[in-house]
């Protein structure tokens, strides 16, 4: 097993992981989504005359849809599907006409999914000093040869990798750095729970870590359940198949990167 996965695990399942980890991944859910008043003013005036297209109309308008149904991403991107599918308009409004509109009010309103906020967590920590250097902006970043991280967007950082480091995926990177003179790039994920999208986000970040050609140290800073010891996909595969990458916590990464 890879050493530094081998620490992970480690980390995981003798320490207070999940403590520790909330420093990196804070995951606060957000307060409720905001509704434009004269928009919900339509929505309770379509509701109260059960005109269903135009509730519809003024319900896909909003950031959030209040009930789960496979057809109403295709309604959103295409406003004028709801007049040749009155069936299926007929359908999703008789599941509104259930509710309240109290309900539909709350349900439009949730905070977003915590996973959603995840993304940008990894990236406040690191901007907090938190792996011992303030991460520069490119053109510092270019100038010295120094231990360095790269504090730039997702555009500038695959552009740096791609004409720097022969990186050749069309995939953004969270992690660009310079320590002892070596590149490291890599994926960062905080992978809440297994199955479906987290198992996705899982392969993206392996697809990083295993890319072939680049002239840089690459890694996959993963953290959640993967280290829970047992059959689990995720753990099977960073114990057996990629014993000669660098998968790691984000809590091991700063040792990771001075000795490298």
């Given amino acids: 097993m890879n050493y530094w996965t081998k620490l992970s695990i480690e980390y995981a399942n003798q320490k207070s992981y999940l403590d520790d980890l909330f420093q990196v991944y804070p995951t606060i859910p957000e307060g409720i989504r905001d509704i434009d008043g004269d928009l919900w003013k339509s929505v309770e005036k379509a509701f109260k005359k059960k005109d269903n297209?135009?509730?519809i109309n003024n319900l896909l308008k909003l950031n959030?849809?209040?009930?789960?149904?496979?057809?109403v991403a295709y309604l959103k991107r295409d406003n004028s599907a709801i007049e040749r599918n009155p069936e299926t308009i007929n359908r999703l409004c008789g599941r509104l006409y259930e509710m309240s509109l109290k309900d539909i009010f709350s349900r439009c309103t949730e905070p977003k999914e915590t996973n959603?906020?995840?993304?940008?967590?990894f990236r406040r920590w690191i901007n907090r000093k938190s792996l011992g250097i303030q991460p520069v902006k490119l053109?510092?970043?270019l100038k010295s040869r120094d231990n360095a991280i790269l504090d730039a967007s997702d555009a500038e950082m695959m552009t740096f990798a791609k004409e720097h480091l022969n990186y050749k995926r069309n995939k953004g990177l969270d992690f660009i750095g310079r320590f002892n003179n070596k590149y490291v790039i890599g994926e960062a994920k905080f992978l809440t729970d297994f199955g479906g999208h987290q198992n996705a986000q899982f392969n993206d970040a392996i697809a990083t870590v295993k890319a072939k050609g680049v002239k840089a140290?690459?890694?996959a800073v993963l953290d959640g359940v993967l280290y829970i010891k047992g059959k689990n996909k995720m753990y099977k595969e960073v114990t057996t198949k990629l014993k000669k990458y660098n998968v790691m916590s984000a809590l091991v990464l700063r040792d990771f990167l001075y000795q490298v």
Avoid: V
Wanted: aromatic share 14%; no cysteine.
């Fill in 53 to 55: 297209d135009e509730l």
């Fill in 64 to 71: 959030l849809f209040p009930i789960k149904d496979s057809y």
């Fill in 116 to 121: 959603r906020q995840i993304g940008p967590l």
């Fill in 139 to 141: 053109d510092r970043f």
């Fill in 217 to 219: 140290e690459t890694i």
